[in-house]
């Protein structure tokens, strides 16, 4: 099993502290929902969140979602060999199942998400109120390794080497930066090119290399 862990994605509710800004309420009002129950989004909140703290990470659910949209087409969950989860930058944890079939168009992600913060949990996913230290101990991986700008370079060579039953991967989902909380329990802070790279193509080289060095051999293919 692989475990892929989208740490920190910068999805959360329009805090309280916008709720009153003239952009906001027009928004919401278009919306036919109260502001605090619309996902926060820096392409059309851009102007409103400029004194929020870290503004320029803040609103960029569309980063998960594009990942998410990756993983789940993915050969290793069509095998049921991956699972997913999507940890907030306000330490809650949005279980995916393999099976879910997520939208494709934005507009509907983030409905999907807004519903999600009301329910806590519906057919395909579920949302608790975790750390990825805790979600760590909960999987109970072989190896936890998290995806680091700052951390080892390695080669996809190397990166196949570090592949293994069992393995968890960290990866940041926030679009530039470093990680906001410390993650001294990953066992290796690791880096696949000398610039940044963006999050899904940082899960498509992890899951394709996991594919060719692991799940080929669980299904007697190599």
Known sequence: MLHVILAEAEIELIPPELWNARGIVSYAKKRGKPPGKCLLDSNLH?????????????????????????????????????????????????????????????????????????????LFLMMRKLTVEDLVREIKPS??????????????????DRMRDNLCVVIGAFP????????????????????????????????CLYEYTVLRKLLGNG
């Open 46 to 122: 851009h102007s409103t969140m400029r004194d929020l703290p870290q503004q320029e990470r803040r609103g960029r659910p569309d980063i998960a979602h594009i990942t998410l949209l990756y993983l789940l087409g993915s050969v290793a969950n069509h095998e049921g060999m991956l699972r997913v989860y999507v940890h907030t930058r306000n330490d809650e944890v949005i279980y995916v199942k393999p099976e879910t079939r997520l939208p494709r168009n934005y507009n509907r992600f983030v409905g999907l998400i807004e519903k999600l913060y009301q329910v806590e949990e519906d």
């Open 143 to 160: 190896r936890t390794l998290l995806m680091d700008e700052g951390g080892t370079l390695v080669s996809p060579g190397g990166l196949a």
């Open 176 to 207: 530039h930066g470093g990680y906001n909380k410390s993650y001294d329990f990953a066992d290796e802070r690791i880096s696949l090119y000398e610039k940044p790279l963006e999050t899904w193509t940082i899960a498509s080289k992890i899951t």
